[in-house]
């Protein structure tokens, strides 16, 4: 028999295969584009609405899989998403026009959108409640570590195999991993309290994704649109854009760790909030002036804070005395769908406005989007209505 300080561990390690993995499916599109647009005969431009699908499959998908997760649990649900989410990654393989692939990446989307607050469900589980701010990080460590290196070597896979086998291989890892999963991670029953409007009507919970919405969509935008501009307004080679803009997802390996630990040590969840954003707007809304090698230190600084914010905005949900265990999927599902329904605007408002007038004012703009949604914090509660840790 395992003792369970080992099979805690054994299962961090499962969730943080599966946590990588599916960040892997998430970013293994965005370098494939090209490939898929001569491959196909569709224009690069059209291309963009791949990602958007993806986007739109999440974001619908959060309350119905914290509802699902509530019901019958975050480790069915959870696993039920990683299925999808790998099949579909192995099907997108095969896409053969852009409804097939819009359709495929849509269904990732909504795959994902099962999987990822069911598995703070999980998580949370391993975890003392005095360290759910460390056990998020982790959390969101593993994704930042699948994305990165998604980005850095799926075009690389694919320069040997060729995207459809660069999908389908990834696909393939996701469903082994999956399988993994299912067989040795615990279904740990929980009293199920099925009073939804706990959540869905909680001022806290809305309030809290309502503040951090203007957040999420800057770093969305700047995650995706960086190495754009980079190349054509800063001079940089595609080479070096494309490492530089990878360090926003590695530094966060670092920061989320950092951020739980901050929460889980500090316990003031709105004041590090506030600080990290406003110091994250600061430096997105200052690139246009920065020299090549302050972009480099923003860049690092930026994938630091930003994975510490997430890390904070997921763990404090948890803390509330209000709500139930079951029911912390469906606030984190809540959180996530506001954030994706408000923030989604940020890149495509970027786009507009630094075509329109100038790539200045394009990052000004997504600093002050940050910025307008902040004092939404004073109007949640957070230290006072925790539970006691």
């Known amino acids: 028999m395992l003792s369970k300080i080992h099979k805690n561990t054994l299962d961090l390690i499962s969730i943080i295969l599966s946590r990588s993995i599916y960040a892997f499916n998430w970013y293994n599109i965005s370098p494939l584009l090209l490939m898929i647009s001569i491959s196909l005969g569709i224009q690069l431009s ?16 959060q309350i ?26 192995i099907l997108s393989g095969f896409s053969w026009n852009l409804y097939s692939i819009l359709f495929f990446r849509f269904m990732i989307g909504a795959g994902a959108a099962f999987y990822f607050s069911p598995a703070i469900g999980i998580l949370k589980n391993l975890f003392s409640e005095g360290r759910r701010g460390f056990s998020m990080g982790i959390y969101n460590a593993a994704f930042n570590l699948g994305a990165g290196l998604s980005v850095a070597i799926t075009g690389i896979i694919a320069n040997v195999v060729g ?6 291989l990834s696909g393939v890892i996701g469903l082994a991993i999956t399988i993994e999963n299912h067989l040795t991670l615990p279904d740990n029953k929980q009293e199920r309290v099925m009073n939804y409007s706990i959540v869905l009507l909680n001022r806290n919970i809305i309030f809290l994704g309502l503040a951090l919405a203007g957040f999420w969509g800057t770093y969305f935008a700047t995650a995706q649109l960086l190495d754009t501009y980079l190349i054509k307004e800063r001079g940089f080679s595609s080479v070096i854009s494309g490492y530089v803009s990878s360090l926003i997802l590695f530094t966060g390996i670092i920061g989320g760790p950092l951020g739980g630990h901050l929460l889980d040590r500090f316990g003031r969840g709105k004041l590090l909030l506030t600080l990290m954003a406003i110091f994250s707007a600061l430096i997105i809304s200052t690139i246009p002036f920065q020299s090549q090698y302050e972009i480099v230190i923003s860049i690092i600084l930026l994938g630091l804070f930003a994975v510490g914010i997430f890390s904070i905005l997921y763990a404090i949900p948890s803390l509330y005395k209000e709500i139930p265990d079951n029911m912390i999927p ?47 914090l004073l109007l949640i509660k957070t230290r006072e209505a925790y539970r006691n840790v």
């Open 46 to 61: 059209i291309l963009g609405l791949v990602p958007a699908f993806f986007l739109l499959g999440a974001g619908i998908f």
């Open 163 to 168: 995207w459809r086998w660069a999908l389908i």
């Open 64 to 89: 119905p899989a914290g509802l699902v997760s509530a019901k019958i649990g975050p480790k069915k649900t959870a696993m039920a998403g990683m299925y999808i989410l790998s099949i579909f990654t």
């Open 330 to 376: 469906l606030s984190i599902g809540l959180i996530n769908s506001i954030q994706i329904s408000v923030g989604s605007i940020a890149p495509f408002a970027f786009t507009f406005i630094s075509d329109k007038f100038s790539y200045f004012a394009g990052w000004f703009f997504l600093g002050v989007f940050v910025i307008v949604f902040l004092p939404l």
